[in-house]
């Protein structure tokens, strides 16, 4: 989740393509918050290792534009 600015599903999906470069975009789910402020972003990726999937979960915890990862 971050919040709603341009440009911030497109930077998730070119996090997402740098560890699946199968990712497939159109998969992607987007929710807004309530109050419009902020976009939840939902992407699937195929994972080959623990420490691939690791690796993603702290490159987009510490992406300037995202506030939240689950």
Request: glycine share 8%; hydrophobic share 45%.
């Amino acid at each position: 989740m971050g919040v709603k600015v341009d440009g911030l599903v497109a930077a998730i999906t070119a996090v997402a393509h740098q560890f699946d470069p199968a990712f497939d975009a159109s998969t992607i789910e987007l929710r807004e918050s309530k109050g419009g402020n902020y976009l939840g972003v939902t992407i699937t990726v195929m994972a080959t290792s623990r420490e691939q999937l690791d690796e993603l979960y702290r490159t987009l915890s510490t992406h300037p534009m995202v506030k939240v990862v689950l």
